[in-house]
């Protein structure tokens, strides 16, 4: 089945930019999404690409995709403690449209 | 109010006692879904529904059951609770124009002693 696959953890100092990154398996993507998750919360959208995108960019969020490679990022400019969360990668075809979530990628934002 | 509503916040039962967790969302989506999040292993896919009339199995669905009761409402039961279904548990709403951009409740944490 699909996969999704992100690393567990990414540790910045404030000011810097962080990426996270997410590779997916599933060559029929139609739509990809990054989710954020705060403690205690739920998942919030913060972004999400149509496939035939290469990029997309709102504030200090920058997404970038490469379909060659299944190959996903967000890039958060100039990171600042409350940007401290869990990011979750997802992704979703034709048809049902049910997103297959990654793992997350716990950010910690050191001062 | 928040967009999408789960009762109880926190819960902590016992082995073999029913539960039920409920979910009321008025953002108007037809779509909703329940969701278990665990350490390390990301969402999982309990149930889902596409109308009122509409359950569909997700890829973790034993020793679960879920229940429409309107558009606004969608609820999920433990039949039988047992400790591996100890976790935090998500309902979430989509409609077709987001194409899967969920909007999600505040979750449910439970606790199976």
């Known amino acids: 089945g699909e996969d999704v696959e992100q690393s567990l953890f990414l540790s910045v100092r404030e000011g810097d930019s962080s990426v996270i990154n997410c590779t997916y398996t599933?060559?029929?993507?139609?739509?990809l999404y990054w989710y954020k998750q705060e403690p205690g919360a739920g998942l919030q959208l913060l972004t999400y690409?149509?496939?035939?995108?290469d990029m997309k960019q709102d504030q200090r969020l920058t997404v970038l995709l490469n379909k060659k490679d299944k190959h996903l990022s967000l890039r958060i400019a100039d990171t600042q403690t409350g940007d401290s969360a869990i990011y979750f990668c997802?992704?979703?075809?034709?048809?049902?449209?049910?997103?297959?979530f990654g793992r997350g990628t716990s950010l910690i934002v050191h001062p | 109010d928040a967009d999408v509503t789960q009762t109880p916040r926190n819960r902590i039962t016992k082995t073999g006692k029913r539960i039920m967790l409920e979910c009321s969302q008025t953002?108007?989506?037809?779509?909703m879904y329940w969701y278990r999040q665990d350490p390390g292993l990301g969402l999982r896919l309990i149930y889902y529904?596409?109308?009122?009339?509409?359950?569909n199995k997700g890829e973790i669905s034993d020793g679960y059951s879920v229940s429409r009761q309107a558009q606004a409402k969608f609820s999920l039961s433990l039949e039988s609770a047992i400790p591996n279904q100890t976790a935090l548990y998500f309902c979430?709403?989509?409609?077709?124009?987001?194409?899967?951009?969920?909007?999600f409740g505040s979750g449910t944490r439970l606790t199976v002693v």
């Open positions: 997802a992704e979703s075809s034709g048809g049902s449209y049910i997103p297959t």
């Open positions: 599933d060559s029929s993507s139609t739509y």
């Open positions: 979430a709403t989509s409609d077709l124009e987001r194409q899967g951009g969920y909007t």
């Open positions: 690409i149509f496939s035939n995108m």
């Open positions: 529904s596409f109308d009122v009339k509409d359950i």
């Open positions: 953002k108007g989506h037809d779509r």
